[in-house]
């Protein structure tokens, strides 16, 4: 799906070629075919390393199954080729702190796939934070659908994702990071599987991923976000809502969504801010916009050879931060990031 999603944003682009696409599988490969329509004509491989050893790319895009991105990652880092990672960097610290590292010497851009931040309301959110003076509270609430269904099920265990707080809400935790200025200390969790994929069998045995959970996320300026998740949700108004609340006033906003409401003490009162869609986007896709925002900043690092604007580093904490929750729930006990850190 996000294949053909950063497919389907590439095609609008002027000064982009899609010259290959490594798929193992045959379905996959298909639905990849079809989303270059008439403009692009690709070289088919089967094996990401046959991609890999072409002069003819210039840079990838990594939107393999979780658990498969280190060993990826280990052999973009062999050449010299700019990549955009998808989310979640690494199922794991171990593995995330050797991309991290791995990073440092490599010569191409290495830009992570946290588009959260580039849809136009949270965007809009982001810009509007002075206004409400020293922050002290972010909340995140995600009410959806389960997660879909992946090729061969790989979605379906905690062994292949990292975890559902790893999987799906590191975007969540990179935007609690964009949002507070100071850095992470210590997470407590609470959640489980109380709904979803319990009847389902695969080889025998019974997916482990949660569908639901509270996170709180204190921070050492003493901020605190709190994350309110829940995957057996279907038909909520909006499937994210976002608050964010300062000494002065609060900003709240919703995923999708038109506006965002900032609101002020000392006047006991609020405006909305009409947000419109970036005029650069040409394609909204999945992200309402935010995965084509993605592509331009990571283009332009490459033209500019600039640092990216989402660095390796955030895709590190932000996973960090998911593994913590993920222990915490375990353990019913809380969580240091120095701890995990140190591992």
């Not at 604007?309 to 990031?337: F, P, R, W, Y």
Request: contains cysteine; aromatic residues 6%; charged residues 25%.
């Amino acid at each position: 799906m996000m294949g053909c999603e950063h497919i389907r944003n590439l095609l609008k682009m002027d000064d982009v070629d899609l010259v290959a696409i490594a798929e193992p599988n045959e379905e996959s490969k298909q639905w990849a075919i079809n989303s270059c329509g008439d403009k692009f004509t690709p070289h088919l491989y089967d094996n990401y390393r046959d991609l890999l050893a072409s002069d003819k790319v210039d840079a990838v895009v990594v939107a393999t199954p979780n658990f498969h991105h280190i060993e990826v990652m280990r052999e973009v880092f062999k050449t010299k080729k700019h990549v955009l990672l998808e989310k979640p960097m690494c199922t794991n610290i171990k593995d995330a702190k050797e991309v991290l590292e791995s990073s440092k010497e490599h010569d191409g851009v290495v830009w992570i796939g946290l588009e959260y931040r580039f849809m136009p309301t949270i965007s809009a959110t982001l810009q509007h934070l002075k206004g409400i003076g020293n922050i002290k509270m972010c909340s995140i609430r995600e009410h959806r659908f389960p997660f879909l269904k992946k090729v061969n099920d790989w979605n379906r265990f905690n062994q292949n994702t990292g975890g559902t707080l790893v999987e799906k809400c590191c975007h969540f935790f990179d935007l609690m990071n964009q949002i507070i200025p100071s850095e992470p200390v210590d997470v407590f969790a609470s959640g489980g599987q109380d709904v979803n994929h319990l009847e389902e069998l695969y080889d025998g045995e019974t997916p482990d991923i949660l569908d639901n959970a509270y996170v709180i996320v204190n921070y050492a300026n003493g901020a605190r976000a709190l994350l309110d998740l829940c995957m057996f949700a279907e038909g909520s108004e909006h499937e994210q809502e976002i608050t964010v609340t300062g000494d002065i006033g609060k900003i709240k906003t919703t995923v999708p969504g038109k506006d965002i409401i900032i609101s002020n003490r000392s006047n006991n009162n609020f405006k909305s801010v009409s947000i419109k869609l970036d005029s650069r986007v040409k394609e909204q896709g999945f992200h309402h916009g935010a995965s084509y925002l993605e592509h331009l900043g990571f283009l332009d690092a490459i033209k500019n050879k600039t640092s990216p604007e989402v660095t390796v580093n955030d895709g590190l904490m932000s996973i960090v931060l998911g593994v913590a929750a993920q222990e915490s729930i375990v353990t019913g006990k809380l969580v240091k990031i120095a701890d995990l850190l140190k591992g």
